[in-house]
T-cell receptor, first 112, second 113 residues
Framework: EAQVTQNPRYLITVTGKKLTVTCSQN?????MSWYRQDPGLGLRQIYY???????DKGDVPEGYKVSRKEKRNFPLILESPSPNQTSLYFC???????????FGPGTRLTVL | GENVEQHPSTLSVQEGDSAVIKCTYS??????FPWYKQELGKRPQLIID?????GEKKDQRIAVTLNKTAKHFSLHITETQPEDSAVYFC????????????FGAGTRLFVKA
């Protein structure tokens, strides 16, 4: 089954404790992206990747890191999480940046 | 910077009526305009998209129109049904090569039975 998976689905952590949210897709998509969703603000792009070893900043990259060592995986890293990073995070993948994006199930992160 | 504005933020219609959601974008180089539907507690899913070389696209009860000169595009849902109730997001590809995606803030659609 073609899909995008994310783990964990829910995470409660404390300020400053490094964490990684994993994202994996099995559709051989070149383009992958991370978004955060906050009430009234829609989906805001954090980082995107055009292909392996090619990543770039979206609209709200501060406080986040990503890597794309393999085509299928695109982890999101929060080196020192802060409460303003409490949000719902979605990973997405598509053939190109101008094609349908397939979203993962979301990760709800709470930073205390 | 680039942005996408979406209106209205909330829309309530009677079952069977039409619903229209409008978006404007700022990047004249944008070429791809998708619409996503997000049901409560679910992930966004594409319902229709349009590219800059097309002015209108229709898929059963859903249609999208694009006016590149005015830099706005709209989603039209006809004969609305209760299952159309959801949050709808418009988006646009922006930047050199269209590598970034900017989403509108969303429209919460209520369809009253």
């Amino acid at each position: 089954e073609a899909q995008v998976t994310q783990n964990p689905r829910y995470l409660i952590t404390v300020t400053g404790k490094k964490l990684t949210v994993t994202c994996s897709q099995n559709m051989n998509h070149e383009y992958m992206s991370w978004y955060r969703q906050d009430p009234g603000l829609g989906l805001r792009q954090i980082y995107y990747s055009m292909n392996v070893e090619v990543t770039d900043k979206g609209d709200v990259p501060e406080g986040y890191k990503v890597s794309r060592k393999e085509k299928r995986n695109f982890p999101l890293i929060l080196e020192s999480p802060s409460p303003n990073q409490t949000s719902l995070y979605f990973c997405a993948s598509s053939s190109t940046s101008e094609d349908e994006q397939f979203f993962g199930p979301g990760t709800r992160l709470t930073v205390l | 910077g680039e942005n996408v504005e979406q209106h209205p933020s909330t829309l309530s219609v009677q079952e069977g009526d039409s619903a229209v959601i409008k978006c404007t974008y700022s990047d004249s180089a944008s070429n791809y305009f998708p619409w996503y539907k997000q049901e409560l507690g679910k992930r966004p899913q594409l319902i229709i998209d349009i590219r800059s070389n097309v002015g209108e696209k229709k898929d059963q009860r859903i249609a999208v129109t694009l006016n590149k000169t005015a830099k706005h595009f709209s989603l039209h849902i006809t004969e609305t049904q209760p299952e159309d109730s959801a949050v709808y997001f418009c988006a646009a590809s922006v930047g050199t090569g269209g590598f970034k995606t900017i989403f509108g803030a969303g429209t919460r659609l209520f369809v009253k039975a």
